[in-house]
């Protein structure tokens, strides 16, 4: 989770497992108080901790002297959208087959980029972490038909982006 969703160009001042390091000792330092409580399930509890962090580092890393967000990206994609695109494409073998492969690679990057921040992170959630509908609801904060109906929106809205393209969906 913290690897995909990490700024990449934080890569060569912060390193994805130290965030996952800091966010533990949070953990530990607040495990009583979780126990006592029991807010939600133990693992979107212990990943909304961990998102906290990670908020924590891309702010840290925006106030500083040289701010993070100025710096030019290097051609690297975001790791979730790349990520998500290979499972949205399907991967076929020939060389005539591999064109039209990367044509669909670039048209579904486009589309993922025209989404909602919201609608890209129940994706990503779903398919990328494989978390369940109903921890996503936890996370979210929102109801198990809520977080079925945002995912349902969110697929919809891709297909519908691909579909205005003028090129039909992606495969």
């Not at 995909?4 to 953990?27: C, F, H």
């Not at 579904?108 to 990503?124: F, H, I, K, N, Y």
Request: charged share 35%; with cysteine; aromatic share 2%.
């Amino acid at each position: 989770m913290v690897a995909l969703r990490l700024d990449t160009r934080l890569s060569a001042r912060v390193d994805a497992s130290d965030v996952v390091q800091e966010a533990m000792l949070d953990a530990a330092r607040r495990l009583s108080d979780y126990e006592r409580e029991r807010p939600l399930a133990f693992y979107p509890w212990l990943r909304r901790l961990t998102a906290d962090r990670l908020a924590d580092v891309h702010r840290l890393h925006r106030r500083e002297g040289r701010d993070v967000c100025r710096e030019e990206r290097q051609g690297v994609p975001d790791a979730s959208s790349g990520l998500l695109v290979d499972l949205l494409v399907a991967s076929d073998t020939t060389p005539g087959m591999a064109l039209d492969r990367d044509e669909q690679r670039r048209r579904v990057r486009e589309a993922l980029g025209r989404l909602a921040p919201r609608d890209r992170e129940v994706l990503v959630m779903r398919h990328l972490e494989d978390l369940q509908v109903a921890e996503i609801a936890a996370i979210l904060e929102i109801s198990v038909s809520a977080a079925k109906m945002r995912h349902l929106r969110a697929i919809e809205r891709i297909r519908e982006i691909l579909e205005s393209d003028g090129h039909g969906p992606a495969s």
